[in-house]
């Protein structure tokens, strides 16, 4: 029985959004992942980190920071080109690479508040893969609650002063660089009282933690980072002081799109393993495919996904106008989290016994997933911000 990686089937309702240009680009990710990463996975798994040239040949590609401008390293091209790569990350089954919150999160919050030197000094070098960067934001006491932020960052003389910890932190352990909001203010309104600060992660008192043993996920390197003392220059301040929580709040919608993006590509491509599982496996005689039990499972599955993907293409053409709503977002984030969560546990089923082997794809879809509807908002914040439209 073959656990080689099937291409997704194409949609009932047919795409609309890409053109030529978009579709060598894909043809580029796709052979990215698979000559550089889908040979390596289980290596990456035992190390619990991918290789840190991969970051250099994804440079060398172009599949960093695409959506940059070009004067800072980018291809200045539209997000379309960020949803390709996350796609063939998910068709590739791939869930080591943190490449999308590199390129497509943390870039922004320089391009999009950074001045020029900041812009200079950090974008061109993640776009070459130089610099791997991180977002830290939750802390061990804290994660949804980003205003229970405990880290701290107290002006001396031209530095920062920061002391704290971060918890969870993807493209933690390999990074050069990360954006981490601190605490520099005591106001009321604990809104008022973050930052984002850009630290080098060679500074002194830097310092990173093993990568996290998850449930899932091995690949990717999660960690925690320690801050003690650590002198951070008052010109990596990221756009103004108190003004961090605002900041954060400008690209969520985006941010909880890419989520959705990734678990609709997830969601076809377990679906498309699965259609090519039953077809090859036989049981009295017959193929699993032909029982009907799987064919009305199959097609339940294929008009949820089918309903994904008209959903989550019409986000992204708002996306792309800056006209998507951030409740419709969050829908998508909460909505196709949970159905790729049903999808995959629905075609571990029909593996059968291969479906729990961790060789079968299949199976380490199903444990990947699960963080989808935990990281970027939990989907009960979700929930929250979507019940505020009623
Ligand atoms: C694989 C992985 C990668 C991650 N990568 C990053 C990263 O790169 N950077 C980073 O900063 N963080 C990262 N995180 C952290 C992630 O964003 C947090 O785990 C998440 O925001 C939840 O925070 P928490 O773990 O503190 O849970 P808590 O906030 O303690 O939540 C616990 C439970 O309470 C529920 N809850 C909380 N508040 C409410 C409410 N108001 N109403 C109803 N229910 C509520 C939650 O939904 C959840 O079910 C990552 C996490 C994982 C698992």
Redesign the pocket.
């Known amino acids: 029985m073959s656990s080689t990686l099937a291409r997704p089937i194409d949609p009932m309702m047919p795409r609309k959004l890409f053109n030529s240009d978009h579709e060598a680009f894909r043809a580029t990710a796709r052979r990215f992942f698979e000559q550089e990463v889908i040979p390596n996975t289980e290596r990456y798994e035992q190390q619990q980190h991918v290789d840190r040239d991969l970051w250099n040949k994804a440079g060398e590609l172009g599949l960093l920071c695409a959506t940059m401008p070009e004067e800072f390293g980018g291809s200045g091209v539209d997000r379309l080109y960020s949803m390709i790569l996350i796609e063939e990350q998910g068709y590739a089954m791939d869930s080591s690479s ?1 490449m999308s ?1 590199h390129s497509d999160i943390v870039a922004n919050y320089i391009n999009n508040f950074g001045n020029q030197e900041q812009k200079m000094a950090w974008l061109p070098k993640m776009a070459t893969g130089e610099v791997v960067a ?6 061990p ?5 980003l205003q229970g932020v405990r880290t701290t960052a107290v002006l001396d003389g031209d530095d920062y002063i920061v002391n704290g910890s ?7 352990y390999l990074c050069d660089m990360a954006v981490v ?1 601190v605490k520099t203010g005591n106001t009321e309104k604990g809104s008022n009282n973050l930052s984002l600060l850009i630290i080098d992660a060679k500074s002194a008192g830097f310092t990173k933690g093993k990568p996290l043993n ?1 449930v899932g ?1 091995k690949g ?1 390197d ?1 960690c925690e980072l320690f801050f003690d003392n650590v002198r951070v220059p008052k010109s990596n301040l990221l756009g103004m002081e108190g003004m961090g929580f605002f900041m954060l709040m400008k690209e969520l919608a985006w941010e909880r799109l890419i989520v959705a993006i990734i678990c609709q590509a997830g969601a076809e491509a377990a679906f498309a393993q699965t259609v090519k599982y039953v077809k090859e496996r036989k049981a009295f005689g017959k193929t699993v495919s032909s029982f009907q039990n799987t064919r009305f499972k199959l097609a339940e599955m294929r008009s949820e996904i089918d309903m994904g993907r008209v959903y989550v293409d019409r986000c992204m053409e708002l996306q792309l106008t800056e006209s998507l709503p951030i409740e419709a977002a969050a829908a998508a984030k909460y909505k196709l989290s949970d159905m790729f969560s049903k999808v995959v546990d629905e075609c571990v089923q029909l593996h059968g016994g291969y479906g729990y082997m961790l060789e079968y794809p299949i199976a380490r879809a199903y444990i990947d997933n699960r ?1 989808n509807r ?8 979700m ?2 911000l979507i019940s505020r439209t009623l």
């Open positions: 943190g919150l991180a977002i830290a934001m939750t802390e006491g804290t994660g949804s609650d971060k918890i969870f932190i993807t493209n933690g909001v998850k996920m990717q999660t963080a935990i990281y970027a908002g939990t989907n009960e914040i929930k929250e």
